[in-house]
């Protein structure tokens, strides 16, 4: 210990590491973050696809189906199959079995298909979500598909700025994309149902006290609220904030429509992270 050799280490270690330094920041080789900037963001191929989802444009007979998209790079590369191995499929909106490999190539894929099971059954829970920006919005639609709530509303705010109406993410396509990827994490089939609302007053006093009547309505407000109800298996009407949180005006309007305030504890969660705890502590079946 201390001797001439680990002192000529410690010197080759902070030589490597100057020229590491150096070469990232070479105006030859731009690093890692200017080189990929620009490139979309792909979807994911990665082992969270723990389904793979089928479509009826698939079906090449009544029980084979032919892939050639993202689904045969992910089998391809993570499941690496044999002929005659099974996988899990499941068909959208539909039931959810496996899947016989009996060809695979860097072409295509097909499986001969036996669909026999329900997907998990659905939260009873209707959500109503102030639109997040679009970074975090991604992220939240892929885990409100993942733990089952099927029905979900985006309203506006006073705090949900008015450029996260014009994201790409909220186009049919956008909307689509991320769901089924929370569907494939989960191994779910079915597809969650996204109402828009960009103006929150006629949302609230025209359309809201109808889905709230007869259902456990609550808003997630940490301030002058309760503690959050224990779980229950009972229809759910869940109203959660920007960052941020409803402003005022607006509390007095959803808790005049029927929603009670409730609060997770004195910790102020993101919005990405107060769906899931939310819904964890809502329904026994999370």
Known sequence: ?????????????????????????????????????????????????????????????????????????????????????????????????????????????VLEVVLEREPPPPLPLTLILALPRPKMFKRTLQTIACMGVKDLWLINSYRVDKSYWSSPLLSAEGLREQLLLGLEQAGDTRLPRVQLRKRFKPFVEDELPALAAGRRALLAHPYQAAPCPPQASTATLLAVGPEGGFIQYEVDKLNAAGLASIHLGPRILRVETAVPVLLAKLFPVC
């Open 1 to 109: 210990m201390g001797g001439p050799g680990y002192k000529r280490s410690g010197i080759l270690s902070q030589r490597i590491s100057r020229r590491k330094t150096a070469t990232s920041h070479s105006p030859l080789e731009p690093g890692p973050i200017a080189r990929y900037a620009r490139l979309p963001e792909p979807i994911s191929t990665g082992s969270t696809m723990n389904l793979i989802l089928l479509f009826e444009s698939d079906f090449i007979t009544a029980n084979r189906v032919r892939l050639t998209d993202r689904r045969l790079t992910h089998i391809r590369e993570v499941h690496q199959p044999e002929p005659g191995q099974q996988l899990k499929v499941g068909l959208l909106d539909g039931a959810i079995g496996n899947g016989t490999v009996v060809s695979l190539s860097a072409q295509e894929v």
